[in-house]
């Protein structure tokens, strides 16, 4: 099978993955956020940062390697496996051995054991790191795509179950103790290579010489991503991190579901076109396009109608998250334009970029914070968007440097899904005030600004660009083909 049918099918299960775990993740989420309080979250937000930190240590940018390399040998994969197991083994004995501090730091006493039962997780996650990694670079997506799901299933049905027995905080550790269990399960069945008793220094040497550029790039994103949830939880408690937490964790879907399914297929893919600058391009310059067509309406979209969404879903104890997940929205928008960068300079061999420039975010992003958060949640998280904006024109300078690619033709890209999806906000934001001051119906509200918005941006891309609309008909049109000649073959 060529690389280009096996990156479509890559992607159609990473699709499958990213859509499928979202719809099922978000459903119990939004089950559990009824049935749990802003300060559970908050605490099972601190344990998740601790969690987050030390795991940073575990992989090592072993997994990376092992995608990016182009001859892999058996002791390679054997190396890679007893090195995870053994760090698994002394993160989790590290992490007992904590708790109690970490508990104590933070003045929550009840974190301590939530970070002792944690310490499971190094060792069950250290058993499927290799396999998850030769899926990947097999492109077994599919297999992938079943651990998700039913991972996210059992795991959901055990931490409602929990909730509605009144465990609280301990319903969301169960959640994700089982999770991790049957995902690791299934990528066991799933890939046929199992470990040998071998362990090679020189082998270990070339792994690591790959992963520590990575290991240092994830120990600074680690404070880059959750390093606001660190200083939250510190300076402001459980309750404002709850906020926080919950209005990250919908952007993050977003970014799942938007932009993140196909970063999964790009390492692989890139790092198969790293000798074919001008096809490495134009792939790029059309996961540029796609990519900000979807993600600039959306965000947008959840921007204006964050208070009806809130109020439906999650009830009115959570409507102080609303303006945290506007402003997120703007990140969002940012991220999923720079989505790319990260396969894309590990896949030309630059990993060490990455670590250079998220090293000057991380700085602004506790000069940030040092400013902001005297003035409560709202300035922290202004804050945050502000950073990502300053580091993004960098990121895709870099990007400019390892493929030479044209700015005119990269900003062509974005002209018409960022004036598109600015009408369609614009549109939606009139309409939307004149439902307010009607009718009193999140439903109906969220239905009719979404219908407007829909039809105002596919007129603009039709009015503004006739040729990418086409695409767009011919790429539904084929879609809804594919849907209707399965359904006839499966009759």
């Not at 790191?129 to 899926?135: D, E, G, I, S, T």
């Not at 010489?209 to 660190?230: K, P, Q, T, V």
Request: some cysteine.
């Amino acid at each position: 099978m060529s690389i280009e049918r096996k990156a479509a099918k890559g992607v159609l299960w990473s699709v499958v993955e990213g859509w499928g775990s979202q719809a099922i993740s978000l459903i119990i989420f939004f089950l559990l956020v009824r049935l749990l309080s802003p300060e559970v979250f908050g605490l099972l937000a601190m344990a998740n940062v601790f969690w987050a930190f030390m795991n940073v240590f575990l992989d090592q940018g072993f997994a990376q390697a092992l995608i990016q390399c182009r001859k892999l040998e058996p002791e390679h994969l054997d190396t890679a496996f007893w090195t995870n197991f053994f760090i698994g083994a002394v993160l989790a004995s590290v992490t007992i051995a904590s708790a109690d501090f970490v508990a104590n730091g933070f003045n929550q006493p009840q974190l301590a054991p939530i970070l002792k039962c944690f310490s499971t997780l190094f060792i069950i996650t250290s058993l499927s790191n290799v396999q998850k990694a030769l899926l990947e670079r097999e492109f077994a997506f599919k297999a992938i795509a079943s651990r998700s799901l039913l991972g996210l299933f059992t795991s959901g049905i055990v931490g409602i179950a929990m909730a509605l027995s009144g465990y609280g905080v301990w319903s969301l550790v169960g959640q994700r103790l089982t999770n991790e269990v049957v995902g690791s399960l299934v990528l066991w069945k799933a890939s046929h290579w199992r470990p040998g008793f071998r362990f090679s220094k020189s082998h270990f040497n070339q792994l690591f010489n790959f992963g520590i550029s990575l290991l240092a790039l994830n120990f600074i994103g680690f404070f880059n991503n959750r390093g606001n949830d660190l200083l939250i939880g510190y300076y402001l408690g459980p309750v404002p991190l709850g906020y926080y937490a919950i209005a990250r964790r919908v952007i993050d879907t977003l970014l799942q579901l938007l932009v993140r399914t196909t970063s999964q297929v790009a390492l692989p893919t890139f790092s198969r076109l790293q000798d074919d600058l001008d096809q490495f391009r134009k792939v790029y310059y059309m996961a540029t396009q796609l990519t900000s067509l979807i993600a600039f309406p959306i965000f947008l979209g959840v921007a204006v109608l964050a208070p009806e969404i809130i109020a439906l879903v999650s009830g009115p104890q959570w409507q102080a998250s609303v303006p945290i997940i506007q402003i997120l929205t703007f990140s969002g928008i940012v991220q999923s334009m720079s989505f790319l960068k990260g396969p894309i300079l590990m896949a030309m061999g630059k990993p060490e970029w990455r670590l250079w420039q998220s090293l000057l975010s991380i700085t602004l992003n506790i000069i940030g914070f040092l400013i902001a958060f005297k003035w409560g949640i709202i300035a922290v998280t202004i804050a945050y968007v502000i950073r990502r904006c300053l580091v993004f024109p960098i990121g895709q300078w870099a990007i400019h440097l390892v493929i030479h690619f044209s700015w005119q033709t990269y900003l062509k890209q974005l002209v018409t899904p960022i004036i598109s999806a600015l009408s369609m906000a614009i549109s939606m934001l009139i309409l939307r005030g004149m439902i307010v001051n009607w009718f009193d119906s999140e439903i109906l509200t969220i239905m009719a600004c979404s219908i407007l918005g829909s039809i105002i941006y596919l007129v603009m891309i039709k009015l503004l660009s006739p040729q990418l609309f086409q695409i767009l008909l011919e790429l539904l049109e084929k879609s809804v083909q594919k849907i209707s000649s399965r359904r006839l073959a499966a009759k």
